[in-house]
């Protein structure tokens, strides 16, 4: 009865007419840069990050969580329209999306992700509201020892994880890591890696690092390395689901919810995992009449699984931030360094002392799903001219907003040089294909888990042996030791379920 009560007062609050201008702002900008082409929510959010500085922290989360909701909303248009993915979750949804555009049926394929996207947000919103105040609880009783393995557990299950290889998560990992060792230490006042340059000793700011890495390295790389492609946009058609259609996409949509929702929970791969094993889980569990329709004309289960995965992906993925800091993707570890930024550290403690404001948050993503539901149907159509943007005056302008929003946090020209050096730090990786995520993760995690780790070793009295002493610490480091494994094996049946239902066909 206490969460029910928390809940309504967080949809009260949610609800104010400001609250509700940042929400639908959010929404309306989120959608537009998920919508173009190469610009998914991780990139949406550290574009708009420096931009909320100078609001309050209720406000700016938000519009935050707003802008992470819409970004996967706008990102199946350009998958299904143009077959261009803003970022890899998108990719599943332009598998089939886009051979029903092909195929006269776009607004169907549209429709379909849109409510599904509608119904994953809303079922995760209500997983959230009971089981993150169950998990602060637990959280409340871990030990320092235990806290550093779960964030432990957390650096190991996203470099695994994320990429094609685990020696590139690893490597991009321990960037982040020395990233974060940047500045003055904390207990001995010692410089550390500021090569002497006095703008460095407080540190490298976590919102410098998303805008260059997210928004400038998108940007040159390209520059750089894509051709130019001519695309041809296809039709919306019509936007009303047949009876057929209902009747072909429930299930994947409750699926898809059941199957993105522990991925948001856990840092097991971020959004990209469960759209690839929703996909491969309906490809093998459709009808045999529908089969045939997979990687031929488009078949509705191939967007509606995957689409309402990485929606519930997003939304669940609240819960171990806001519990026990902890992020699982891109665009929830931009988050934790926003939060950072306001003096604030999401974890059991936030639920004690910030509990209004965890709330309202957790209200506004009721109303954040309804009013995307209710804006993308029937702006669909205003949202396909975004696409015609010409690239060069696209990434210009994207440029431009990333610079002056940097150099509008403390009016540095160092920011600015270092701006586009993550931006060039960016290029590379992406050349050489080292996720961004571990990196990221490294870093916003980084002080917390030092501080963990000194403090545990302190009530260990300088020993190591505390880790595999204490039960709760030694289950986490087992968990995490599953979690290295279990997503290469899920991906491995999920490749393997994809090639025996092309063999059938």
Request: with cysteine.
């Amino acid at each position: 009865m206490d969460v029910m009560y928390a809940l309504w007062q967080g949809l009260v609050l949610a609800s104010t007419p400001e609250h509700l201008m940042f929400a639908l702002a959010g929404c309306l900008l989120g959608t537009a840069l998920g919508v173009l082409p190469g610009f998914g929510p991780s990139v949406a959010v550290a574009l708009l990050l420096p931009m909320t500085f100078h609001v309050g922290i209720t406000e700016a989360f938000i519009f935050f969580i707003a802008i992470a909701c819409g970004g996967m909303y706008g990102g199946s248009t350009a998958s299904i329209l143009l077959n261009t993915p803003g970022e890899s979750a998108s990719m599943v949804t332009a598998m089939e999306g886009h051979r029903m555009a092909l195929n006269g049926r776009a607004g169907v394929a549209l429709a379909t992700a849109a409510i599904g996207s509608f119904i994953a947000g809303t079922l995760a919103s209500l997983l959230v509201v009971w089981v993150a105040p169950w998990v602060a609880g637990v959280a409340q009783g871990l030990g320092h020892a235990e806290t550093f393995m779960l964030m432990v557990l957390a650096f190991g299950a996203v470099s695994a994880a994320v990429g094609k290889s685990t020696l590139r998560g690893v490597t991009a990992l321990f960037v982040g890591l020395a990233l974060a060792c940047v500045g003055v230490e904390s207990v001995s006042g010692v410089e550390r890696l500021t090569g002497g340059w006095p703008a460095l000793t407080d540190g490298v700011d976590m919102v410098l690092v998303a805008v260059g890495l997210f928004v400038v390295g998108e940007v040159l790389y390209s520059a750089l390395y894509e051709r130019r492609v001519h695309t041809t946009l296809n039709t919306v058609g019509r936007l009303r689901m047949s009876r057929l259609d209902w009747k072909r996409s429930w299930r994947p949509w409750l699926r898809g919810t059941v199957i993105g929702t522990p991925f948001g929970c856990v840092p097991v791969g971020g959004i990209d995992m469960p759209t690839y094993v929703s996909y491969a889980a309906e490809r093998y569990m459709v009808r045999p009449a529908y089969r045939e329709e997979f990687g031929r004309e488009g078949a509705i289960e191939g967007v509606a699984g995957p689409e309402a995965a990485n929606n519930a992906t997003v939304t669940a993925a609240l819960i171990p931030l806001l519990t026990m800091g902890i992020p699982t993707s891109n665009t929830t570890a931009v988050m934790l360094g926003a939060f950072n930024n306001y003096g604030v550290f999401p974890g059991h403690q936030l639920f004690g002392s910030g509990q209004v404001l965890v709330w309202t948050l957790i209200g506004s993503l009721f109303i954040g799903n309804l009013m995307l539901l209710v804006l993308n149907l029937p702006m669909v159509r205003m949202w396909t001219w975004m696409l015609r943007i010409p690239r060069p005056q696209l990434y210009a302008t994207m440029l431009v907003l990333a610079a002056a929003g940097v150099y509008g946090m403390r009016h540095s020209t160092v920011d600015l040089l270092l701006l586009f050096g993550f931006g060039l730090l960016g290029v590379v990786m992406r050349r050489f294909d080292f996720p961004f995520t571990p990196l990221v993760v490294g870093l916003a995690l980084g002080p917390q888990a030092e501080v963990q780790l000194r403090q545990a070793l302190a009530v260990g009295h300088g020993s190591f042996s505390i880790f595999v002493t204490r039960p709760g610490s030694l289950a986490l480091l087992v968990i995490a030791l599953l979690l290295v494994v279990m997503p290469r094996l899920l991906q491995g049946w999920a490749q393997r379920r994809m090639a025996q239902a092309r063999e059938l066909e």
